[in-house]
């Protein structure tokens, strides 16, 4: 067995989790396993959520996979393939159809049914849904990563913005400068570099500041998104490019603007006092201020319609009651035998309204699946069904409405009652 390092942690704590012995009792029996190894987490982020690893040649669930040569079933073994460097990916997968043909083909014939496998590369498991929906982990939307893309790039626009209208403005206080600096030689290549060079140090300066405040708020930014970033993250090097390649960027497009409008003055009428020149400044400050606020109206906008679709989402009628429900969860035969006592005891106290017995519960994924067809029919064209095995009182205690027909009775069998 291996253990991630938080469970490892849990379990053991300080000591030395290798060699030890952990006694597992679950559906498939006890069974005690051996300390082999420990992942530490911090590593890198993984599309795998497990806190441990059993070998496939242990006893129970692992014995049942093993002995469970079903092509029809065991649809819900991931099979993960590493292949030799420079392989031809769509050669390979135009290989799999011959592959399951010579192994499969006959219990599949049999159950009048058909199956396709497919690869798909491991980094795309998080943007992408696999071969007709299925999926080892729920993807995101690439759409919602590039819409937060965008919105970042908004953000550092609208600040570029900033940054112009106020070195423009500011420009009569400078202007003296650039007067001087022209008078004692200096040429206007010279004071593009200069202000482009300002520029580019109050860009590094900003990074400088944000990084210290990330390592400080970013316990408070888990807490909030509820998600669990840790800074091991600093170490990958394309980071540090990808800040280095912001700073030059934001650099060069907030600072250009100022550089070339103030290194454009004339020496002798800014030493006379007069300020102009002949690039006319207030059109374009006018314009980028409404450029800024039209950004600035965009993202509200945005965050109004994203708060407002929130709001309807925790507010939609899920086709359940949620409210006022106690879940119990029985891992093993011993707990599950008791299931009944525990009922009849809860069902005497006076704050329980009804009891229900079921293998899953609302909103859990349910790992169980068949396809369903009309007598006469066949598997090929059959609806793949997820389902759940509940008793007559799991429909009135999660307040699910039947659009038809009768609920379950007690004792209801056989091939007319489910």
């Known amino acids: 067995m291996v253990l991630l390092k938080p469970t490892a942690d849990k379990l053991f704590g300080s000591t030395n989790p290798m060699g030890k012995i952990i006694t597992i009792n679950n559906g498939y029996g006890k069974h005690d396993f051996t300390v082999s190894g420990v992942v530490d987490e911090s590593l890198g982020k993984s599309n795998i959520h497990a806190g441990l690893f059993m070998s496939i040649n242990s006893n129970g669930i692992g014995n049942f996979i093993r002995n469970n040569q079903s092509w029809a079933g065991n649809n819900f073994v991931i099979s993960y393939v590493k292949l030799q460097p420079h392989t031809n990916v769509a050669d390979l997968e135009k290989k799999l159809p011959g592959f399951l043909n010579k192994y499969g083909a006959q219990q599949l014939k049999d159950l009048g049914m058909t199956k396709e496998l497919h690869l798909q590369p491991i980094a795309s498991v998080h943007t992408t849904t696999g071969f007709k929906g299925i999926e080892m982990v729920k993807p995101i939307s ?245 389902m759940i095995a509940a008793d007559e009182h799991f429909l009135k205690t999660t307040g699910i409405k039947l659009a038809n027909g009768r609920d379950f009775q007690a004792f209801d069998s056989g091939k007319n009652n489910h």
């Open 142 to 386: 690439s759409s919602f990563l590039y819409f937060l893309i965008l919105i970042g790039i908004l953000i550092q626009v609208i600040a570029c913005i900033n940054f112009m209208n106020l070195s423009t403005a500011r420009a009569s206080k400078r202007a003296k400068e650039v007067g001087v600096r022209k008078v004692i030689g200096a040429g206007r290549k010279d004071l593009v570099k200069q202000f482009l060079s300002e520029s580019l140090l109050l860009s590094l300066l900003g990074v400088l500041i944000a990084l210290p405040l990330l390592v400080l708020l970013l316990p408070y930014l888990n807490q909030i998104t509820h998600a669990d970033i840790s800074l091991s993250f600093l170490a990958d090097y394309r980071l540090w490019l990808m800040l280095a390649s912001l700073i030059i960027v934001t650099g060069f497009v907030a600072g250009s603007y100022p550089a070339f409008y103030l290194s454009a003055f004339t020496a002798i009428k800014v030493i006379k006092g007069n300020f102009t020149n002949h690039i006319s400044a207030t059109g374009i400050r006018r314009s980028l201020v409404v450029f800024q606020f039209v950004l600035s109206i965009v993202l509200i906008s945005g965050i109004i319609i994203i708060y407002s679709q929130l709001n309807y989402i925790k507010g939609k009628d899920l086709g359940f009651e949620k409210e006022q429900k106690l879940v119990f969860s029985f891992h093993n035969d011993d707990s599950r035998d008791k299931i009944p006592a525990i009922m009849n005891d809860m069902q005497q106290l006076p704050e329980v309204k009804t009891i229900s017995r079921t293998n899953n519960s609302p909103g859990n994924p349910v790992l169980f699946d068949m396809h369903l067809f009309l007598a006469g029919g066949n598997i090929a064209t059959a609806p793949d069904a997820s």
